[in-house]
């Protein structure tokens, strides 16, 4: 039961246009891939940074969202519970994984993100 990285993280946009522009032409961020209007993601160094939709992003979610990418989030979720923190469900998304949305006992909002197997 580890975080194996920081995998991901994002802010919540309400113009995906004009945001991908921002990040990619004045940040010169590298564009990894869009999924339309819902997810972007790009490379920031050696760390994944992505912009998300109010429809793709887990409710309540404001400012940034870190993600951190684990091996077993059905033994995470126990830990996170234990140590006061607020499940609020997982996300089946297939062939990408799975997620747990949370919030630490200081109310951020934080994801966990499990690789398919």
Do not use: C
């Not at 994002?10 to 995906?16: K, Q």
């Not at 126990?78 to 997982?90: D, L, V």
């Amino acid at each position: 039961m580890t975080v194996e990285k920081l995998q991901n993280a994002y802010y919540v946009t309400s113009d995906m246009e004009r945001a991908v522009g921002f990040y990619r032409d004045a940040l010169g961020l590298d564009l990894m891939f869009q999924d339309g209007e819902k997810w972007t993601q790009f490379k920031a160094g050696g760390v994944n940074f992505a912009m998300a939709s109010d429809d793709e992003a887990p409710d309540g979610a404001v400012g940034a969202t870190v993600v951190f990418e684990v091996d077993d989030i059905a033994t995470m979720s126990a830990a996170i519970e234990a140590a006061g923190g607020e499940i609020f469900g997982t996300r089946d998304m297939g062939d990408h994984g799975k997620t747990l949305t949370f919030r630490d006992p200081d109310g951020n909002l934080v994801q966990l993100y499990q690789r398919a197997s």
